[in-house]
């Protein structure tokens, strides 16, 4: 039997207010809450809630033979208890269900594993209490920030216990080899991996809704004989996409919602594929191969890398600055600066500052508050400015000191 | 293909943008391969003709019985000069038509007799007149040479790019540089303002600086969109082999404004931004390299916020002084209230330095690397200074990428979209 996994992510960020020069030493509230919290609740009433909806009446419909699994950025997860509790609360009846997975990853959907060890842990062990504390289960699975994925993270990932982690299955890694096996990391022999059919995941997720695509419309019936193509010696189909694709990249009246409502009945029905989540398909199958990514990768872009990230000199010089505060912030104490801490983090304040969408890339404008990557850079570093200056004159504990 | 193009000035004898825009123009249409007939109303002998053959209307002996003449004797009548009709004005003819504005002191004679009119070239009081002058020379030339097309540049020019059309029944094109809203605000003159439009309602194709300048033909003027095109600007490459490198005396940050202190170029939203600048950082010099009728208010402004020992007036600056002034700065500021397209920022990202520009201009249509804001939205104008004062990376890729884009926007590009446009014409 084969398995069909699908994992979808969900992440809001605090995306910042416009904070000027002269707001520096004066004023140390950075974040837009009006726009927070309306797009927090936009997108919660237009996909989150619905499809949780859906997904809970699949499972009362088909119990133990339909499951998907779920990470949730722990920022993420605040502004729901915040703004919008019956998110949580969705999450946490299909937690009960049985059939839903939660998966670990940083909690301030950061980019701490290009950057330092030990912030990188503190931040999944946060994550998976959180974790654990609203849904009741351990995390075994583990997914890092947009996927990204090399050697040394999964080396990190393995020394904290996790068995399996997800990522893409980008071509320039597997080369002639499928997505749908599992394989293992290079290093760290324990940690198995599911990679990303990234041809039927944007068939869904960016496809879906596009009249020029000689397959449109994908119906369930059309997808599930796709299924039916994947040959019979692969073991696993992995669909990992961001969840706002039902409701908001895809609208509801493309017909998302239908389609996935009608899915697991055809792929039950007329296909050789079972549910299973990402842990189920990591203790069924043996891995086939080890592979090998010295280089950090991702699910971004054509490239598959993380220049949406790290791509240009405004990027590595914030991030450098940002991550250059790890030792200090080991000493701080001081919850609003902790807090603040995990909020700059975020990788989308690194994405604004993208320059690739110069020439390319509707996709970064589509998610882009600010009108240049510029702004985005000046606006970032004001606040860094002013939260460096803040770390520097709080009181420090004295233990961690080497 | 051959082109009769009308112009009011050619370098070396320019008092502003237009006369280097039709220069740059026109060697890029050498460039790709058409023939420019250029009549400017006056011309000098030293204009640089490697591209073009200059025609001087001066020069031009009209035959007054010819038939076609009458109906623009006419139309000739004096009308009084009251307002700034000039694109691209520099200081020192503004300040002679201010002068002579308020001199009161203009005839009129009645010279149709001639046969050779004398221009004066200028953007003098009897401006008026010779652009109806123009106009029946115009006539002549269209007469006595060969070419396929008329392109008519700016309002001065129009009556005659409308007489030569009427004699040969060519195509005409006229060219928008500026718009008498961006030199004006809302007290347009509407003489200026019916040149203009009845410019462009005749001619067969409009070409607009800028979508901004198009938009406002389209908006304003009410002339059909469907033959208003878009040619952007370019800028000529920088042919200085040594470039010089002028160090600081005083090892502080040099913020710049270059232009005209007028309205239309929002001097008091620099001096705000700069206030606001300085009351974070002291370490900031201000310059305004430029003169204007904004200058008194300006200078009172700064002295009420009491900034005066960080600001500096250099007056107008000219050749290598612009060199030096962008040798000497750090960051370049063009608020503009409405630029149709605005070339100083080029020029500042040739020479290496970062540029904040307003929104409001026809060249941030065409630069990615440059900090844009509204012009009116002083915060966020001295956000960007500060940005470029204080975070390394980013003027660093500001200077890199814009030199990279600024060396890439060539005036064959923009031949080539004429050409374009010329060739769908004449089909």
């Given at each position: 039997m084969k398995t069909l996994c699908f994992y979808f992510q969900i992440h809001q960020p605090y995306r910042l207010r416009t904070y000027r020069f002269f707001d520096m030493g004066i004023d140390h509230h950075y974040y837009d809450d009006y726009q927070n919290q309306y797009l927090a609740k936009r997108i919660a009433e237009k996909s989150y809630l619905p499809m949780n909806k859906l997904i809970l009446s699949l499972i009362e419909q088909y119990g133990k033979k339909f499951k998907v699994a779920f990470s949730i950025s722990g920022i993420a997860l605040d502004q729901f208890e915040k703004h919008i509790p019956e998110v949580i609360e969705s999450f946490q009846a299909l937690a009960k269900t049985g059939c839903v997975e939660f998966i670990a990853e940083t909690y301030g959907h950061s980019l701490a594993s290009l950057s330092n060890t030990d912030e990188f842990e503190i931040q999944v062990k946060q994550h998976v209490a959180k974790i654990e504390a609203l849904f009741g289960q351990k995390p075994k699975t583990f997914r890092n920030t947009e996927l990204i994925y090399s050697d040394d993270i999964a080396e990190m990932v393995g020394k904290l216990g996790f068995k399996t982690m997800l990522t893409e299955g980008a071509k320039h890694i597997l080369g002639w080899r499928s997505p749908n096996y599992v394989y293992k990391s290079a290093g760290e022999e324990s940690l198995q991996i599911l990679l990303r059919n990234y041809n039927l995941s944007d068939d869904i997720s960016f496809r879906f809704s596009k009249q020029d695509w000689v397959e449109w419309p994908v119906t369930a019936d059309k997808f599930a004989s796709w299924l039916n193509q994947v040959p019979s010696e692969h073991q696993t189909v992995n669909i990992f996409m961001d969840y706002e694709t039902f409701g908001e990249h895809q609208w509801a009246e493309t017909g998302i919602f239908n389609f996935f409502a009608a899915l697991p009945k055809a792929v039950i029905e007329q296909t050789p594929f079972t549910f299973a989540t990402p842990s189920e398909v990591s203790k069924k199958f043996q891995a086939v191969s080890p592979i090998h990514v010295p280089w950090p990768m991702s699910w971004a872009d054509e490239e598959r890398d993380i220049t949406a990230w790290r791509g240009n000199e405004l990027q590595d010089d914030a991030f450098e600055k940002l991550y250059s505060l790890c030792e200090t912030m080991k000493e701080i104490t001081d919850p609003h600066i902790l807090r603040d801490w995990l909020f700059l983090q975020t990788s989308d304040h690194f994405y604004y500052m993208c320059t690739k969408w110069f020439s390319d890339g509707e996709v970064h404008k589509y998610f882009n508050p600010y009108g240049s990557p510029y702004d985005a850079y000046i606006n970032y570093m004001n606040v860094l400015s002013d939260f460096i200056d803040r770390v520097n004159k709080a009181p420090k504990t004295k233990t961690t000191k080497k | 293909m051959k082109v009769l193009m009308f112009g009011w000035e050619f370098p070396p004898h320019i008092t502003g943008g237009l006369g280097t825009a039709c220069f740059g123009l026109t060697k890029g249409m050498k460039k790709q391969g058409m023939d420019v007939i250029f009549v400017v109303p006056k011309a000098y002998?030293?204009?640089?003709?490697?591209?073009?053959?200059?025609?001087?209307?001066?020069?031009?002996?009209?035959?007054?019985?010819?038939?076609?003449?009458?109906?623009?004797?006419?139309?000739?009548?004096?009308?009084?000069?009251?307002?700034?009709?000039?694109?691209?004005?520099?200081?020192?003819?503004?300040?002679?038509?201010?002068?002579?504005?308020?001199?009161?002191?203009?005839?009129?004679?009645?010279?149709?007799?001639?046969?050779?009119?004398?221009?004066?070239?200028?953007?003098?009081?009897?401006?008026?007149?010779?652009?109806?002058?123009?106009?029946?020379?115009?006539?002549?030339?269209?007469?006595?040479?060969?070419?396929?097309?008329?392109?008519?540049?700016?309002?001065?020019?129009?009556?005659?790019?409308?007489?030569?059309?009427?004699?040969?029944?060519?195509?005409?094109?006229?060219?928008?540089?500026?718009?008498?809203?961006?030199?004006?605000?809302?007290?347009?003159?509407?003489?200026?303002?019916?040149?203009?439009?009845?410019?462009?309602?005749?001619?067969?194709?409009?070409?607009?600086?800028?979508?901004?300048?198009?938009?406002?033909?389209?908006?304003?003027?009410?002339?059909?969109?469907?033959?208003?095109?878009?040619?952007?600007?370019?800028?000529?490459?920088?042919?200085?082999?040594?470039?010089?490198?002028?160090?600081?005396?005083?090892?502080?940050?040099?913020?710049?404004?270059?232009?005209?202190?007028?309205?239309q170029k929002g001097p008091e939203y620099f001096v705000e931004a700069a206030y606001k600048i300085l009351q974070r950082d002291k370490n900031v010099r201000f310059v305004f390299a430029g003169d204007g009728d904004m200058m008194p208010k300006v200078i009172r402004r700064v002295a009420q916020l009491r900034i005066g020992d960080r600001f500096h007036f250099t007056g107008f600056l000219r050749g290598e002084e612009v060199d030096k002034m962008f040798g000497l700065s750090d960051v370049y500021v063009m608020p503009s209230v409405s630029e149709p397209f605005g070339i100083s920022p080029l020029e500042a990202m040739r020479s290496n330095v970062p540029v904040v520009i307003s929104k409001q201009s026809g060249v941030s249509e065409v630069l990615q690397h440059a900090l844009k804001v509204d012009f009116w939205d002083v915060d966020a104008m001295a956000n960007s200074i500060y940005g470029l004062l204080h975070y390394p990376a980013l003027t660093q890729m500001c200077i890199e990428l814009g030199k990279e884009e600024v060396d890439n926007l060539l005036w064959e590009n923009a031949a080539y979209k004429l050409k374009l446009i010329y060739q769908e014409l004449l089909k």
């Amino acid at each position: 039997m084969k398995t069909l996994c699908f994992y979808f992510q969900i992440h809001q960020p605090y995306r910042l207010r416009t904070y000027r020069f002269f707001d520096m030493g004066i004023d140390h509230h950075y974040y837009d809450d009006y726009q927070n919290q309306y797009l927090a609740k936009r997108i919660a009433e237009k996909s989150y809630l619905p499809m949780n909806k859906l997904i809970l009446s699949l499972i009362e419909q088909y119990g133990k033979k339909f499951k998907v699994a779920f990470s949730i950025s722990g920022i993420a997860l605040d502004q729901f208890e915040k703004h919008i509790p019956e998110v949580i609360e969705s999450f946490q009846a299909l937690a009960k269900t049985g059939c839903v997975e939660f998966i670990a990853e940083t909690y301030g959907h950061s980019l701490a594993s290009l950057s330092n060890t030990d912030e990188f842990e503190i931040q999944v062990k946060q994550h998976v209490a959180k974790i654990e504390a609203l849904f009741g289960q351990k995390p075994k699975t583990f997914r890092n920030t947009e996927l990204i994925y090399s050697d040394d993270i999964a080396e990190m990932v393995g020394k904290l216990g996790f068995k399996t982690m997800l990522t893409e299955g980008a071509k320039h890694i597997l080369g002639w080899r499928s997505p749908n096996y599992v394989y293992k990391s290079a290093g760290e022999e324990s940690l198995q991996i599911l990679l990303r059919n990234y041809n039927l995941s944007d068939d869904i997720s960016f496809r879906f809704s596009k009249q020029d695509w000689v397959e449109w419309p994908v119906t369930a019936d059309k997808f599930a004989s796709w299924l039916n193509q994947v040959p019979s010696e692969h073991q696993t189909v992995n669909i990992f996409m961001d969840y706002e694709t039902f409701g908001e990249h895809q609208w509801a009246e493309t017909g998302i919602f239908n389609f996935f409502a009608a899915l697991p009945k055809a792929v039950i029905e007329q296909t050789p594929f079972t549910f299973a989540t990402p842990s189920e398909v990591s203790k069924k199958f043996q891995a086939v191969s080890p592979i090998h990514v010295p280089w950090p990768m991702s699910w971004a872009d054509e490239e598959r890398d993380i220049t949406a990230w790290r791509g240009n000199e405004l990027q590595d010089d914030a991030f450098e600055k940002l991550y250059s505060l790890c030792e200090t912030m080991k000493e701080i104490t001081d919850p609003h600066i902790l807090r603040d801490w995990l909020f700059l983090q975020t990788s989308d304040h690194f994405y604004y500052m993208c320059t690739k969408w110069f020439s390319d890339g509707e996709v970064h404008k589509y998610f882009n508050p600010y009108g240049s990557p510029y702004d985005a850079y000046i606006n970032y570093m004001n606040v860094l400015s002013d939260f460096i200056d803040r770390v520097n004159k709080a009181p420090k504990t004295k233990t961690t000191k080497k | 293909m051959k082109v009769l193009m009308f112009g009011w000035e050619f370098p070396p004898h320019i008092t502003g943008g237009l006369g280097t825009a039709c220069f740059g123009l026109t060697k890029g249409m050498k460039k790709q391969g058409m023939d420019v007939i250029f009549v400017v109303p006056k011309a000098y002998g030293d204009e640089n003709q490697e591209s073009i053959r200059i025609v001087n209307a001066s020069d031009v002996e009209i035959d007054l019985r010819t038939k076609e003449y009458s109906s623009f004797i006419n139309q000739i009548t004096y009308i009084e000069v009251n307002s700034k009709l000039i694109p691209y004005v520099g200081e020192d003819d503004y300040y002679r038509l201010i002068n002579e504005e308020s001199s009161g002191n203009f005839s009129y004679e009645k010279e149709i007799s001639k046969r050779k009119y004398e221009f004066s070239g200028q953007y003098g009081t009897n401006l008026l007149l010779e652009i109806e002058r123009y106009a029946l020379v115009a006539a002549q030339i269209a007469q006595d040479y060969d070419f396929d097309i008329i392109h008519a540049h700016d309002w001065l020019t129009y009556k005659a790019g409308k007489a030569a059309k009427m004699v040969s029944n060519k195509p005409l094109v006229v060219h928008m540089h500026a718009t008498e809203f961006d030199r004006s605000g809302q007290n347009i003159n509407p003489l200026v303002f019916n040149i203009e439009r009845e410019g462009m309602m005749a001619a067969d194709r409009v070409v607009a600086v800028s979508n901004y300048t198009r938009n406002i033909v389209i908006e304003k003027h009410g002339i059909p969109a469907d033959k208003v095109f878009t040619v952007h600007n370019a800028v000529e490459p920088n042919d200085k082999k040594d470039e010089k490198t002028y160090t600081k005396v005083l090892g502080e940050k040099i913020v710049t404004f270059l232009g005209r202190v007028t309205f239309q170029k929002g001097p008091e939203y620099f001096v705000e931004a700069a206030y606001k600048i300085l009351q974070r950082d002291k370490n900031v010099r201000f310059v305004f390299a430029g003169d204007g009728d904004m200058m008194p208010k300006v200078i009172r402004r700064v002295a009420q916020l009491r900034i005066g020992d960080r600001f500096h007036f250099t007056g107008f600056l000219r050749g290598e002084e612009v060199d030096k002034m962008f040798g000497l700065s750090d960051v370049y500021v063009m608020p503009s209230v409405s630029e149709p397209f605005g070339i100083s920022p080029l020029e500042a990202m040739r020479s290496n330095v970062p540029v904040v520009i307003s929104k409001q201009s026809g060249v941030s249509e065409v630069l990615q690397h440059a900090l844009k804001v509204d012009f009116w939205d002083v915060d966020a104008m001295a956000n960007s200074i500060y940005g470029l004062l204080h975070y390394p990376a980013l003027t660093q890729m500001c200077i890199e990428l814009g030199k990279e884009e600024v060396d890439n926007l060539l005036w064959e590009n923009a031949a080539y979209k004429l050409k374009l446009i010329y060739q769908e014409l004449l089909k």
